[in-house]
């Protein structure tokens, strides 16, 4: 598969856009819940490569969604209750 560009849209069908918005509502299955993060974190590139050789644009587009991806996988990953517990 060529790299068209970190700016082209990623793929998605109907179910996609009900699974965002069944969690918008704060009514998504289980499955839609899924859906919505696999396709989330797809979109961000956070599992590519965003060095896009001869053009330092299209790799600072790629790192700026790719950072959006940083982020939630740190949610996903981060203990909450290390920052809630209190410090003696």
Same mark, same amino acid.
């Given at each position: 598969? %060529? ?6 849209? %990623?793929?998605?069908? !109907? ?14 299955? !289980? ?25 330092? %644009?299209? %790799? ?19 203990? !909450? ?8």
């Amino acid at each position: 598969m %060529t790299d068209q560009g970190p700016h082209v849209p %990623t793929k998605w069908e !109907p179910a996609h856009a009900s699974a965002f918005q069944a969690l918008a509502r704060g009514e998504a299955e !289980p499955h839609q819940q899924q859906m919505a993060l696999d396709w989330l974190l797809e979109v961000t590139g956070l599992r590519d490569l965003s060095y896009r050789p001869g053009d330092a %644009t299209a %790799t600072a587009f790629a790192e700026g969604k790719r950072f959006v991806g940083l982020q939630v996988g740190k949610m996903l990953d981060i203990n !909450p209750r290390e920052f809630t517990q209190q410090k003696d």
